[in-house]
């Protein structure tokens, strides 16, 4: 009994030591940016800064409509292959993880081949369609979290029943999806788009390569020229994170203490 709880509380320390210590080391660097005094002057640097309100304005763009993108997509599909393709779960499962396997800058360089300027479909051609590529590439980097969360919510609720139902009372396709599903799955889509969020905020070798001017980039350009300010952009991107981290846990326990529907 003692020897467990002696591990349990090593294990504990080795994880604050690894995660915490860390992050208290570059907080404490951020505020020296004065010399002699603590201060929050590499903040006020930062966000002062109109390259740091674009890009962020740009990736948090970019999350939303990837968010939207993929909701759209992976809720209709998750709920045919319940509903309709069972003995196609697992090939859809294994497609969804692919983007696991695959690094981001194979399937970057991939979309780069096949959607340049000599292509069918010359996306990189202009900055809507070069838009447009990354949003897709972020919602193939986000699939697998997006799927598993949606697929999960959907377990808890009975697909066929609300679904002959809904045929019963005379609803169509977009009725059932929209007002029936959707509204069922909500906590798993909502979990999905946190997570989506976190990893667009984040990312940078898909924007670098397709020379977008988003939040991931911005960061490694200031880490390469400046001293304080990227301790200061690392935090901030660590409570975007823990923000987003705190809301799926928030959500989570949400689906958890809801009624189960019928």
Not at 2 to 15: D, E, P
Not at 82 to 102: G, K, N, Q, S, Y
Not at 121 to 148: C, E, F, H, Q
Request: proline fraction near 5%; include cysteine; aromatic fraction near 14%.
């Amino acid at each position: 009994m003692r020897a467990t709880r002696f591990l349990a509380w090593l294990a504990i320390a080795i994880g604050v030591i690894y995660f915490v210590v860390p992050l208290i080391g570059t907080f404490e660097f951020s505020l020296r940016m004065r010399r002699g005094e603590y201060s929050f002057d590499a903040y006020q640097s930062v966000f002062s800064d109109m390259q740091f309100r674009a890009t962020f304005g740009f990736s948090m763009l970019m999350a939303l409509f990837t968010i939207i993108f993929g909701m759209l997509l992976v809720v209709p599909t998750a709920y045919w292959v319940r509903l309709r393709l069972p003995r196609m779960r697992p090939v859809v499962e294994f497609i969804t993880l692919l983007p696991l396997v695959i690094p981001a800058i194979v399937i970057v360089f991939g979309y780069l081949r096949l959607y340049n300027s000599s292509s069918f479909l010359p996306l990189t051609n202009s900055t809507s369609g070069t838009n447009l590529l990354l949003v897709l590439s972020y919602v193939t980097l986000s699939l697998p979290y997006m799927y598993r969360a949606v697929d999960t919510a959907m377990r808890m609720i009975d697909v066929a029943t609300l679904t002959e139902a809904a045929e019963s009372l005379g609803a169509k396709w977009p009725t059932i999806m929209f007002r029936c599903i959707f509204p069922n799955v909500m906590s798993g889509v909502l979990s999905g788009a946190f997570i989506t969020f976190a990893i667009v905020m984040g990312e940078f070798t898909m924007a670098s390569l397709l020379n977008r001017p988003a939040f991931g980039p911005y960061l490694q350009l200031v880490g390469a020229n400046k001293a304080y300010e990227p301790s200061a952009l690392a935090i901030i991107a660590f409570a975007i994170t823990w923000l987003s981290m705190g809301l799926l846990q928030l959500v989570s326990r949400f689906q958890k203490t809801a009624p189960a529907k019928a």
